[in-house]
Structures are given as structure tokens and as C-alpha cells.
Nanobody, 124 residues
């Protein structure tokens, strides 16, 4: 089992940057693929990015490609989401999640553990 805690959210103006962190407990962090999802008010939780166990494979939703970058440091049990060029439509609660699937996944149902989320608000 792994416990996840997100941090780094906040209020930023359009065009600004934030770096989210997802810190995990336990010695088995490197056994999990990690994903970032987000949920805006009144909308479904949607996939943002994912990274494989060793960090060699990543995926990003089209709407954030070229602006967001997922990375991980297994020595620190942490996954990062660097967000540049933020837009008001990026406003949401951002969640990290851990998956035991063999490959990185875009689907919420394939993630077994979730953090509590961190709020990101982008003003215009």
C-alpha cells in the first residue's frame, strides 16, 4: 500500500508557473506508475499526465503538451508536475494516483491509490 500527499498548488496569474509535488510513503514507491488527474467544478475528473515506474515513459493529455511536464525522483519518493504557461482553464483540484498496472494508464479505474488533492487556481 502507498499513501500519497500532493502539495504546491495555489493561485497564479495566467501565463505563470507552478510545480506540484506528490510525495509517497513506503518503500515500494518505485513499483507504481504514477498519474496526475484534475477535476474542475462541475466536471469529471480527467487525466493530465502519467509516468512509468522508472520514469522512462511518460504521457500527457493533448491540452497540456508543451506546457506541463511530469517527472519523478524515486530516491525521494516524489513525482512532480511542472506547469508552465498556465491558463484559466487549468483551474482545478489536482490529484496524484498510483497504479499497479503493467503500463501507464489514462484511466481512473486503473489507479489504486489516490491523494487528497491540491487546488490550482489560474486568474485571467
Amino acid at each position: 500500500q502507498v499513501q500519497l500527499v500532493e502539495s504546491g498548488g495555489g493561485l497564479v496569474q495566467a501565463g505563470g508557473s507552478l510545480r506540484l509535488s506528490c510525495s509517497a510513503s513506503g518503500r515500494t514507491f518505485s513499483r507504481y506508475n504514477i498519474g496526475w488527474f484534475r477535476q474542475a467544478p462541475g466536471k469529471e475528473r480527467e487525466f493530465v499526465a502519467a509516468i512509468s515506474r522508472a520514469g522512462g515513459r511518460t504521457a500527457h493529455v493533448d491540452s497540456v503538451k508543451g506546457r506541463f511536464t511530469i517527472s519523478r525522483d524515486n530516491g525521494k519518493n516524489t513525482v512532480f508536475l511542472q506547469m508552465n504557461g498556465l491558463k484559466p482553464e487549468d483551474t482545478a483540484v489536482y490529484y496524484c494516483a498510483a497504479s499497479q498496472q503493467s503500463a501507464i494508464s489514462l484511466y481512473r479505474r486503473e489507479y489504486d491509490y489516490w491523494g487528497q488533492g491540491t487546488q490550482v487556481t489560474v486568474s485571467s
